[in-house]
């Protein structure tokens, strides 16, 4: 069964906390004070078989005891018997029938490990992995390709990141199993949540894969031409090139509060400042706020109208990085089927 009708899984919502697989109509769903529960028919079919099973040993025990006259019943039986019981037990992979996969746990497994201070760099993974995608050849995308990656110049601190969550998979597979597209996935959904931005569901269901090519996300030094051709290739208009820019309202780049998820960003950008490097920082490098590729944003008139839009409408920025990270962590992910 292919996945692509399972709901997707709010961050916040317990109600629609967990999807199963279904396998030969084994499984089927009840509601029992508010939660979902599952309920397996292959335990009442298998009960039916058992049953049909023992009436036809005890009428075949009784035939035999009324001797010959009797045996060509007992035959007709067994050739029933043998027609029916394979509709009566369909062949089930049970271990698929009874996976089941609880969002809640994975949240819950998330929360134990993360704070405001690390939000920005679980948000950083996901774009990192998730950033790989590129429509042409479909390679890429969400698939958690990222923990073999980063010895990648561009991938540096991404393993102090990697360490908190393999905390909190450690925990969750030892309830149920959750892939590392998954995990990271959630995880920055519920980085954006624990800093005060929208609440962002996401679908479950991601098949882990190796590293992808090298080379596939955007340089620090790319104009805003650029960076829109980069995004393109990707799937991603210019709009939401500036949406999931605004990520960077949190972290150490200098836009407002570094924990606080809000439309900070955008306001700085429209000062029309350029990077601070006159100033210099304790490293002896030079403080700046933003990356190039930041600023290069204000200097594209379609980009630039994006900025103002979402420095004015803290609400409309909200809504549209919500829907612009689901296409993100979906983006050339490949999802388990049953």
Request: aromatic content about 8%.
């Amino acid at each position: 069964m292919e996945l692509n009708s399972i709901p997707y899984i709010a961050s916040w919502s317990s109600s629609s906390s967990c999807f199963y697989y279904s396998y030969s109509r084994c499984a089927c769903r009840g509601t029992r004070d508010g939660k979902l529960v599952t309920k397996a028919s292959a335990a009442g079919r298998k009960r039916a078989a058992d049953s049909v099973c023992s009436q036809l040993s005890e009428q075949g025990t009784e035939d035999s005891i009324s001797g010959p006259r009797s045996s060509w019943r007992i035959r007709r039986r067994d050739l029933a018997s043998a027609i029916l019981l394979p509709f009566l037990i369909p062949r089930v992979n049970i271990s698929i029938a009874a996976e089941i996969y609880d969002a809640s746990i994975i949240r819950s497994g998330v929360r134990s490990v993360l704070t405001k201070g690390k939000a920005a760099g679980v948000l950083r993974l996901v774009f990192h992995d998730a950033g790989t995608f590129e429509i042409g050849d479909g390679s890429g995308g969400m698939n958690g390709s990222i923990i073999y990656e980063v010895d990648r110049p561009e991938n540096i601190g991404l393993n102090r990141s990697i360490k908190i969550l393999r905390k909190a998979k450690e925990g969750i597979d030892n309830v149920q199993k959750v892939s590392w597209a998954d995990l990271i996935a959630v995880a920055g959904a519920e980085a954006v949540a624990l800093c005060g931005g929208p609440e962002i569901p996401v679908r479950l269901g991601r098949v882990d894969s190796s590293a992808d090519p090298s080379g596939k996300l955007p340089e620090e030094t790319l104009d805003a031409a650029s960076l829109k051709t980069l995004f393109s290739k990707k799937g991603f208009s210019a709009q939401e090139l500036v949406v999931l820019s605004g990520a960077h309202t949190i972290g150490g780049k200098g836009f407002g509060s570094p924990v606080v998820f809000d439309n900070t960003y955008f306001k700085v950008l429209l000062d029309n400042r350029p990077p601070q490097t006159s100033s210099k920082a304790g490293n002896g490098m030079a403080a700046m706020v933003g990356l190039r590729t930041d600023w290069a944003l204000t200097e594209d008139d379609e980009c630039l109208r994006w900025i103002r839009i979402y420095a004015e409408d803290q609400a409309r920025f909200f809504d549209d990085f919500r829907d612009t990270y689901i296409k993100l962590v979906d983006s050339g992910a490949s999802w388990r089927t049953a």
